[in-house]
């Protein structure tokens, strides 16, 4: 099975821009979430969806958003990018449904804000 | 919500040691922790996990603890390796809340060879 794939890989922007990230999860995978992670704060969560619908939502701003597709794929956006959204941008697709099964990550996209 | 803590941030130990990492939670409801290990320029990978009706879980030189009552957890590695060498998370999850995983902010372990 190829494994989660995440484009693009390294991007950099310019304060106030918006940026999209796409994530393809494993095969059959439907539930699809989002981390951010900064040295220091480990994985923070960004949100999760299932079967197209978000199910959770970590404590972001509003200018983080994401959806999912029928395909299973995933984007999410930031928009007005600030300094502090430089990051690792993780994504992890999971065949569980209840919270309790393995994460299978992405290699991430990295976000540098100028 | 749920809040894990993880100590030490950093942690060097002589090739063969035993390494201890350890996690607090804060949620009692939290029912399902597993542990990631990110090598250097790598992806966070599951290595070992364990859910609340059990106390110890082993896998070869690892194996993770949990004290229920004191919303304690901790990973142990036995005969340290330098491929042992990455970032470990320890993680927390509630039960029926999807796949809403709450981290820790990591140990740096370091196997010095």
């Known amino acids: 099975k190829a494994g989660v794939t995440q484009t693009p890989r390294y991007l950099i922007k310019t304060r106030g821009q918006q940026v ?3 994530c393809s999860p494993i095969s059959g995978h439907r539930s699809v979430s989002w981390y ?3 040295p220091g704060q480990g994985l923070q969560f960004l949100f999760e969806y299932f079967s197209e619908t978000q199910r959770n939502k970590g404590n972001f701003p509003g200018r983080f958003s994401g959806r999912q597709f029928s395909n299973s794929r995933s984007e999410m956006n930031v928009s ?4 502090g959204d430089s990051a690792l941008y993780l994504c992890a697709s999971s065949s569980g449904h209840l919270g309790t099964g393995e994460l299978f990550f992405g290699e991430g996209s990295r976000l540098t804000v100028l | 919500g749920e809040n894990v803590e ?4 950093t942690l060097s130990v002589q ?3 035993s390494a201890v990492i350890k996690c607090t939670y804060s949620d009692s409801a939290s029912n399902y922790f597993p542990w990631y290990k990110q090598e250097l320029g790598k992806r966070p990978q599951l290595i070992i996990d364990i859910r609340s009706n059990v106390g110890e879980k082993k896998d070869q030189r690892i194996a993770v603890t949990l004290n229920k009552t004191a919303k304690h957890f901790s990973l142990h590695i036995t005969e340290t390796q330098p491929e042992d060498s990455a970032v470990y ?5 509630e039960p029926n809340t999807g796949n809403q995983f709450y981290f820790g902010t990591g140990t740096s372990l370091t196997v010095i060879p």
């Open chain 1, 20 to 22: 999209t990230l796409s």
């Open chain 2, 89 to 93: 998370f320890c993680a927390a999850t």
């Open chain 1, 36 to 38: 951010q992670q900064t």
């Open chain 2, 6 to 9: 993880q100590h030490p941030s």
């Open chain 1, 80 to 83: 007005t990018l600030e300094l």
């Open chain 2, 15 to 17: 090739e063969g040691d």
